[in-house]
């Protein structure tokens, strides 16, 4: 019944004059670390249908990137890059068109027994699979592949059909150093480290980055590729001074080099602020992002840099997101935890990092799937109807910043508890547009498809009413 009131209200929406700022409320379950029974909540959303004198289409062309062919041609140079355009940043394409990277993190066939089953039933082979599927995305909007997805399959789609898939591809850098190394761990999403501290300044760590990007110069020329995300959540932060400071061996890179600045900081641990901790963090997050930076660039020069994919705390730490700033084309950020991105920390970022930036994870789950939604940090609501209108409300918070330049769904597949070995955040979850079964959320992704194809409007809609106010 609620669901029909939601409907029925947002079709007469139009005509009742309701302003721009209109909201309605959807059930939310919040996330917190650690917790997954947290009392549910209603929160203001937006959708399309709320936005007074923003006209709605059904379709919109655009080429084979998604990009937008409609507006003015900007400077081709073959591959993706960044540009900032009347106040607002975009991705051109290789061709010379705006675009927003508007695609879907994962994109891979399932890993457990059911996943396997279903997609032989369903598709035969995984050619098929992703010849179908390239086809499918395309039609509600997607045009690019995120983090983790299947790059070979897809790069093999794309040498022999017109529906490409672009890539941004993950090279775990510090993660698979550290392996080499030794003295890590899984953790929920993520890789954990000594003291949670990075072996940023091991000499060793620049020459494996040279050992791995060397094979990114057979990359130089491929003209699908967005770029490169060198790591994952890395753990930056307030933490990292005393964490260097306390690593049991004495002789580590990390502490010596946190005892020397401390000594030229002439400050002794009882002294240490948090003003000191976030310069320092800012300095481990240089090291790291120029490393990286110089062994990408020097092998291929053609694609964007896209950093680490900042989350949690790091993303509010001014000289983190300053240093990405200097050695990344573009600030990829995990984005969790507000149900509406937030204008103060989207503006920040942009200022900050004197860059764009992309979001590159956000989701919500839906508790009509079946699945039992512990695990992950997306939001959970009640119906896949309010996860399309999540979609919605998130998505038109990012055009309406004009430092973001595109946003990763996570993820392309729902989290199967019958899978084995998968990561402890990715064990029972509605994250994915399509079930295990290959078959995908309706509700979720007719909202998905109407926000997608109306992205550029909506963008040139928010600019003109910027504009309009300054006017005024």
């Known amino acids: 019944m609620k669901n029909l009131v939601i409907l029925i209200s947002m079709l007469l929406i ?10 309605f409320k959807v059930k939310v379950r919040p996330w917190a ?14 959708t399309l249908a709320q936005l007074k004198g923003f006209s709605v289409v059904r379709n919109f062309k655009t080429n084979e990137y998604g990009s937008d062919t409609k507006a003015p041609r900007y400077k081709s140079t073959g591959f993706f890059r960044a540009e900032r ?16 990277q508007q695609g879907i993190t994962a994109l891979r066939q399932g890993t457990s027994e059911r996943n396997k089953s279903a997609l032989a039933e369903k598709y035969g082979t995984g050619e098929k699979w992703i010849a179908e599927t390239a086809t499918w995305l395309h039609s509600i909007g997607f045009f690019a592949s995120g983090a983790w997805s299947d790059d070979e399959t897809i790069a093999s789609h794309n040498a022999s059909h017109k529906n490409i898939l672009t890539r941004s591809i993950m ?23 000594p003291n949670q501290c990075i072996f940023a300044f091991d000499e060793g760590f620049k020459a494996y980055c040279e050992k791995v990007c060397q094979k990114l110069a057979q990359n130089k020329n491929d003209k699908n590729i967005v770029g490169y995300f060198s790591d994952n959540e890395l753990p930056f932060g307030l933490k990292n001074l005393e964490g260097y400071l306390s690593l049991q061996n004495p002789n580590d890179p990390g502490r010596l080099f946190a005892e020397e600045w401390m000594k030229n900081q002439g400050l002794t641990v009882q002294q240490i602020t948090d003003s000191d901790r976030a310069n320092f963090a800012g300095i481990v997050a240089e090291h790291y992002y120029k490393t990286v930076s110089e062994a990408i660039k020097k092998y291929d020069s053609n694609h964007l840099y896209l950093g680490s994919r900042l989350h949690g705390s790091p ?22 935890g507000d149900w509406t991105p937030n204008a103060e ?3 920040n970022w942009g200022v900050w990092a004197g860059k764009p930036f992309i979001i590159t994870e956000f989701y919500t789950k839906g508790m009509d799937s079946g699945l039992g939604n512990t695990t992950g940090a997306g939001f959970a609501v009640e119906t896949q109807q309010d996860r399309g209108y999540a979609y919605q409300n998130f998505v038109i918070g990012l055009i309406e910043s004009a430092n973001c330049v595109g ?3 996570f993820r392309y597949q729902d989290n199967d508890p019958q899978a084995k070995g998968a990561d402890p955040s990715n064990l029972d979850s509605n994250k994915g547009i399509v079930d295990n079964n290959y078959n995908p959320y ?31």
């Open 14 to 23: 139009p005509f009742l004059g309701y302003s721009q700022e209109q909201f």
């Open 33 to 46: 670390k650690g917790k997954s029974d947290l009392p549910w909540k209603e929160f203001d959303t937006r």
């Open 85 to 100: 355009i009347n106040n607002r940043w975009w991705m051109i394409d290789p061709d010379g068109y705006r675009n927003l």
């Open 171 to 193: 090279l775990n850098l510090m993660s698979g150093y550290g392996k080499e190394r030794g003295g890590t761990y899984q953790l929920p999403g993520n890789t954990g480290y």
């Open 315 to 336: 993303k509010s730490i001014r000289q983190i997101v300053e240093a990405a700033g200097r050695h990344c084309d573009i600030v990829s950020i995990n984005y969790y």
């Open 345 to 347: 920390k989207m503006k």
């Open 407 to 409: 946003w990763h769904w």
């Open 442 to 472: 309706m509700p979720l992704v007719k909202a998905m498809r109407e926000l997608n194809i109306n992205a550029y409007r909506l963008a040139d809609w928010f600019d003109k009413s910027v504009n309009q106010t300054r006017v005024k």
